[in-house]
């Protein structure tokens, strides 16, 4: 008989959408009934090949989108089919939006906010929250748009010669935010 490799996890995905914002661990474990010399491999899909994993020991699975590749060769040299699972890691926050205009924030009663867009790496900006806030910092208004946007007019609930600030927060499809204030 071949053997069979269990994959085990060190927790569920910590961020949205499946991603890891936090990077998990892993540990193998193989069974055989011939109980002849098992060994395990891995595969990072890092260009390094694949390694012998020595039992008992765990594997951090670095940033990004990695499967990783498994299987046991037993003492007689029988090898189970390889077998695989996928991570999305992104621990890291994008990079904060740069709010290009306006450049001071006394208003008529429109305010048109734009920004340069955001970057992210590996899982990408889904979009950004823009919040529009009172003098005092009470949030006022705020838009959810989409990642591909670069700018959010505010229409209504603005006083004219009155002083807003607007805060610009990226939010990558892992869950991380920057956020940029003016």
């Not at 699975?61 to 699972?85: A, N, Q, S």
């Not at 979009?127 to 959810?144: D, F, K, Q, R, T």
């Not at 505010?154 to 607007?166: I, M």
Request: hydrophobic content about 35%; charged content about 15%; aromatic content about 10%.
């Amino acid at each position: 008989d071949t053997p069979s490799t269990q994959l085990s996890i060190s927790k569920l995905p910590d961020g949205a959408n499946g991603w890891y914002i936090t990077n998990p661990t892993i540990s193998l474990d193989s069974w055989d009934l011939s109980e002849m010399g098992l060994n395990i491999y891995y595969d990072l899909k890092d260009g390094l090949g694949s390694k012998k994993y020595t039992l008992g020991a765990s594997l951090t699975i670095p940033d990004g989108v990695r499967t990783v590749e498994y299987f046991g060769i037993d003492g007689f040299g029988y090898r189970e089919f390889e077998l695989t699972y996928t991570f999305m890691v992104d621990g890291s926050d994008p990079i904060a939006p740069v709010i290009t205009y306006p450049g001071s924030i006394a208003t008529s009663t429109i305010l048109t906010v734009q920004w340069e867009a955001s970057e992210d790496l590996p899982s990408g900006i889904i979009g950004y929250l823009v919040e529009l806030c009172g003098a005092s910092g009470a949030l006022i208004e705020s838009a959810m748009v989409g990642g591909t946007s670069t700018e959010h007019t505010f229409a209504s609930a603005l006083v004219n010669g009155a002083t807003y600030s607007v805060n610009v927060t990226a939010i990558d499809t892992a869950g991380n935010m920057a956020k940029s204030q003016q």
